[in-house]
């Protein structure tokens, strides 16, 4: 029996998943043959989605070797999960379209060497020899679905199955305001000290939504707390105290607001591995990650070093061969760091001296994504900026490379995505931030205000 629904997918649905071949269900799935060339000439570049390329490349040979004979690869090759024998249900077939061979006829998009118009007139043609079967195209592309349903494709559609909130105000925010005064709901409370540290636990009825590492705040400037375990009974709060909050002091940045001491408190945390940051521009991630850095490694001492690393669009792109050290040719991509070491030191007698001697001392390194993977990471705080630009699985590789005694520390704003198939809902920093939301040993924070000056308060909030 025939699936109802054929979907043809895009280069850049496989960079963004390559595991998405087994996830339309007993739908069947038709590749073009132009998205096997894409793939074919990404997949040698020293880029961050060669390795996704590879992986997409790997899991269609693997489904395609099955075929018994050349005509079953255009006809449609079943679909199995690598591993298993049988599954809950039937997953549909994969077939190779040979799109190439299409010539532009009516109601084509102009071919020449416009890939993109190669997959749509794909789509056009079997929308129009399958007129029984729902031919949906799928694509990150938001500019190729407007393209598409133009030329007269019926359906088209974004890649969704990996997104796990459908509102982007839906997506954890770190910290939970409470109106009026937090202890005067509170009927019954085990109050216990463990070090220098205070602890409650209540009853979970008083907290029925929070998670762990959540900060709790009242409007008493009295009450902070964070959240150090939830069970189905209780909730466990750590007493960080307002007042405690509000002094705290790293590399001379004190926090502006109550969001700001969450996050610094975050990040000096020795019991947390990530801090996720996120944000309007202008609202002091970066300056408050690297002056946590500087304090944890120079001063405290508990790092080696301070690893400093961001996507280089478009999406990670190779930081090229001309010469020059990799510190170097990250410069210009990392002139964030600069600009806030330079800030912190504005007031001091020779700037520039200051700054040099914070690179040296804290060994802050400026890394390509390239040369972070294969790598583990031992003793070192790493950032990573513009985190809204990568995918899930890029930051998978990423997270995955901190070793033993090693703190990952992500900024990103979701307002502010570049990839040109990425939006917030699917982004890597909106997939983090919902994923690592029960687990004890992440914190994210997402920072309020804008602080750099009046302009960029109201450019951010009137444009």
Same mark, same amino acid.
């Not at 790293?250 to 926090?255: A, F, L, M, R, S």
């Given at each position: ?7 043809i ?45 590879? #992986? ?6 693997? &489904? ?69 079967? $729902?031919i ?15 030329a ?21 925010a ?16 085990e ?5 220098? $540290? ?10 029925p ?37 509000m ?5 001379? &940045? ?88 330079? #800030?912190?030191?504005?007031?001091d ?22 040369? &972070? ?27 995955t ?6 703190k ?41 205000? &804008? ?10 909030e009137?444009?």
């Open positions: 029996m025939t699936a109802s629904k054929l979907y997918l895009d280069t850049n649905v496989l960079l963004h998943d390559p595991k998405c071949l087994y996830e339309f269900k007993e739908q069947d799935i038709a590749i073009p043959m132009t998205v096997l060339e894409e793939l074919d000439d990404i997949k040698d570049r020293k880029k961050t989605v060669a390795q996704e390329a590879r #992986a997409a490349i790997r899991a269609i040979d693997q &489904i395609i070797s099955t075929a018994k004979d050349t005509s079953e690869i255009t006809k449609g090759v079943q679909i199995t999960i690598p591993g298993t024998i049988e599954t809950t249900h039937k997953l549909g077939k994969l077939s190779i379209f040979p799109d190439h061979e299409l010539t532009r006829g009516q109601g084509f998009l102009p071919i020449s060497s416009n890939k993109d118009n190669h997959i749509i007139n794909c789509a056009l043609h079997l929308q129009a020899t399958n007129p029984h079967r $729902h949906i195209l799928v694509t990150k592309d938001i500019n190729m679905r407007l393209k598409a349903l133009g007269g494709l019926k359906r088209v559609e974004d890649y969704r199955t990996d997104q796990l909130v459908s509102d982007i105000e839906l997506l954890p770190g910290h939970h305001h409470l109106e009026g005064k937090f202890w005067d709901r509170v009927e019954q409370v109050s216990y000290q463990e070090g220098s $540290h205070t602890y409650h636990r209540i009853d979970r009825s008083l907290l939504n929070t998670y762990p590492c959540e900060y709790i705040f009242d409007d008493s400037e009295d009450f902070c707390a964070r959240v150090v375990s939830v069970s189905d009974e209780s909730v466990v709060l750590q007493d960080l105290g307002f007042e405690h909050l002094q705290q002091n790293c590399w001379g &940045i004190e926090p502006i607001n109550i969001q700001q001491a969450f996050a610094m408190s975050a990040v000096l945390d020795p019991d947390l591995d990530l801090v996720i940051l996120n944000g309007a521009a202008g609202s002091g991630k970066t300056l408050i990650a690297l002056a946590c850095a500087l304090e944890m490694v120079i001063e405290q001492r508990r790092y080696n070093k301070i690893i400093v690393t961001r996507s280089t669009p478009p999406v990670a792109e190779d930081i090229g061969f001309l010469p020059g050290t990799e510190e170097e040719k990250m410069t210009p991509w990392l002139s964030a760091i600069q600009d806030n070491l330079e #800030a912190m030191h504005e007031h007698e020779r700037p520039q001296s200051s700054v040099k001697y914070a690179i040296e001392k804290a060994n802050i390194q400026f890394k390509s994504l390239n040369f &972070i993977r294969g790598r583990s990471i031992q003793e070192a705080i790493v950032l990573l900026d513009e985190t809204q630009n990568l995918t899930p699985s890029q930051l998978k590789t990423i997270i490379r901190c070793g033993k005694g090693s990952i520390i992500c900024l990103g704003n979701l307002a502010q995505i570049d990839s040109n198939y990425l939006t917030p809902l699917t982004s890597g920093l909106t997939y983090i931030v919902e994923r690592f939301k029960n687990y004890e040993g992440a914190s994210n924070v997402h920072l309020e205000g &804008i602080f750099r000056s009046r302009l960029a308060e109201y450019a951010e009137h444009l």
